[in-house]
């Protein structure tokens, strides 16, 4: 007789878990051997033929090339979610055999004997209530599920009875709750599969990747070290086995990749999983806020794909989320590898779309490409770790923001540089933070959190409405490691304090907002969040970057003073001093005179 209609206590006992976990061993080979013709795809065959290869037809074998190398990672991650699925099934069984086996052992120390459907026999015990003699013995059966069946409220006068019974509860509740499991992996097991065809679509990646985390919670989710700091976790991810770290990749990408504290080469393998399952979630929908999301994770996606071109830094995705406006970490260099790394936080409209996937991605690294011409062992990386304000009114939308974006990603930013300081390899890393428009308020609001920004060396505002302190003695590096470019016409490193602004300095309608009067008038070097970074009372290094283009010109209205600061061809001045501070040569740049 079986217990629960399909499995036996015999059969749950006997059951060999190493098996499965042997079989999962073998989608764990299968899976590397996806993620080895992956790489060959990725780093041999479709950069040798970009570098070599010029017509339609190389066009035509590069898209191919692109399309194999994405199905490579697709069956590398569905090998190891059928991995991940096997070693969890075999860590649930073996939960219930050992429920089982105490059962078992309690019942052979008693002498009773548990028959092949689950009842449990005892002898007679105790003392009889009329002729003294024991109560004779009887057979226990569970009665099915606790709380279906109340409670009679009489008492055995044989105590075994009630022994008995409990073993009898234990054997069932175990073959039931083994039967539960073996039902629920065998389904989420039947959804790991593509589709016919040899493209696999987006929307495939998010299959059954979900009922795989579910089910591992208990096997892999609850060991993850979030709430620990940047070096605690490092220290976990190191002491892992390599199964392990395989099996985390693979069910939980979006963790690990976002993870401060991670390496970066394992932070980028994640992300781009991760980046595949949200463009596959997001596709389809039209509502504004994902349209533009999709739009900058396939624009991202594109440039991971199309490799690195010679003389380019390699790119590492180092975070990447659907979260508040949208979240992405991209390095050009290995920031684990390099002796010079610098963080570019970007400002006002900020937010995960193809604009910033373009115009952000190129700054970082034009950085990296101007660091690098310094010293070759540099890496830079664009943060967008946090919400920056958003507001269609561009300059008046920065005037009238307050602090609380900037205060918020304060501390996600010195978790991410805190990360940077645990997986360097080198024994003292030359970190630079570099804070453009409301970028530098946040770098300014994270310097005053206790212990300041982690590890770093300098500091660099470009484009700045203020930072929140009126010193630069205040950010915690030495004034003489802070450092100000500030352009003539960028009308936001010129924006009234609040003081000046309640007082009706403001003339100006629309986009020039706060603007017109205190161009003529800066009034005391303050402005809207504290102290102008380009004045003598501040007393920051300023160096030397183009006027840009005046904000009314023979084209009309432009603020794009406001964004040439990393601009080789635009601003070579403001993007090589740039690049000289973020390679340790600030002793190189070209200063500028105060205001």
């Avoid at 033929?49 to 990672?73: K, Y």
């Avoid at 949208?326 to 010079?340: C, K, L």
């Avoid at 996600?412 to 933070?433: C, R, Y």
């Avoid at 470009?462 to 016409?489: M, Y």
Wanted: net charge negative.
């Amino acid at each position: 007789m079986r217990i629960d209609g399909g499995l036996t206590w015999t059969a749950l006992r006997d059951l060999e878990c190493a098996e499965l976990e042997g079989a999962a061993d073998g989608w764990g080979q299968v899976g590397n051997r996806a993620d080895a013709a992956r790489d060959r795809v990725g780093t041999q065959l479709l950069n040798g033929l970009r570098d070599t290869q010029r017509s339609e037809a190389a066009e035509s074998a590069v898209a191919r090339l692109h399309q194999l190398h994405g199905n490579f990672q697709y069956a590398h991650t569905e090998c190891g979610l059928i991995r991940t699925a096997l070693n969890s099934l075999a860590h649930e069984m073996k939960a219930q055999q050992r429920v089982l086996a105490e059962a078992l052992e309690d019942a052979a120390a008693l002498t009773f004997t548990v028959h092949a459907d689950g009842s449990v026999a005892y002898p007679a015990a105790g003392e009889g209530l009329l002729d003294g003699r024991p109560p004779q013995g009887g057979t226990a059966a569970s009665s099915g599920p606790p709380g279906l069946v109340a409670p009679s409220g009489l008492i055995a006068p044989n105590p075994n009875a009630a022994r008995a019974q409990d073993i009898a509860d234990r054997v069932a509740g175990a073959v039931r709750a083994a039967a539960e499991i073996d039902w629920r992996y065998a389904g989420i097991l039947r959804r790991l599969k593509a589709e016919e065809g040899l493209k696999v679509p987006a929307s495939t990646w998010k299959d059954a990747a979900a009922e795989v985390r579910d089910a591992a919670r208990n096997y892999l989710r609850d060991g993850i070290p979030e709430d620990a700091t940047p070096a605690e976790r490092n220290a976990w991810w190191a002491g892992l086995g390599q199964e392990q770290r395989e099996e985390y990749l693979a069910v939980y990408p979006d963790v690990i990749g976002n993870l401060d504290g991670i390496p970066a080469a394992v932070r980028d393998a994640a992300n781009r999983d991760n980046l595949q399952l949200l463009i596959g979630k997001l596709d389809g929908r039209d509502d504004s806020r994902s349209v533009a999301q999709l739009e900058g994770l396939r624009e991202i996606d594109r440039q991971l794909g199309a490799g690195t071109k010679p003389g380019e830094p390699p790119m590492y995705l180092l975070g990447i989320s659907e979260e508040g406006n949208g979240r992405a970490i991209v390095a050009f260099g290995n920031p684990d590898t390099s002796r010079n790394v610098s963080t570019y936080v970007p400002g006002l409209n900020t937010s995960l779309d193809k604009e910033f996937a373009v115009g952000d991605l190129k700054r970082a690294r034009d950085t990296a490409i101007g660091a690098r011409y310094h010293d070759r062992s540099s890496a830079s990386v664009v943060w967008l770790g946090y919400d920056a304000p958003q507001s269609p009114d561009g300059m008046r939308s920065l005037a009238v923001a307050g602090s609380g974006r900037a205060e918020s990603g304060a501390g996600a930013l010195n978790g991410f540089m805190g990360g940077l300081v645990a997986t360097n390899e080198g024994e003292d890393p030359h970190l630079t933070v570099i804070g453009h428009s409301y970028g530098s308020r946040t770098v300014g609001a994270a310097t005053q959190q206790n212990g300041g920004i982690p590890g770093v060396d300098d500091i660099v505002f470009v484009g700045s409405p203020g930072v929140g302190v009126d010193r630069a003695e205040d950010l915690g590096v030495g004034k003489g490691h802070v450092f100000v470019g500030a352009a003539e016409n960028d009308v936001v490193t010129k924006l009234p304090s609040k003081q000046q602004a309640a007082l009706g300095v403001v003339a100006a309608p629309g986009p020039l907002a706060f603007v017109t009067k205190e161009l003529a008038d800066q009034g005391g070097g303050d402005l809207w969040f504290g102290k102008d970074p380009a004045s003598a009372e501040f007393g920051a290094q300023r160096f030397r970057v183009g006027d840009g283009p005046r904000l009314v010109g023979f084209g009309g209205f432009s603020i794009d003073a406001h964004s040439e600061y990393f601009d080789p061809v635009r601003d070579a001045a403001s993007a090589n001093n740039i690049a000289l501070i973020s390679a340790g040569r600030s002793d190189e740049l070209e200063p500028e005179d105060y205001r």
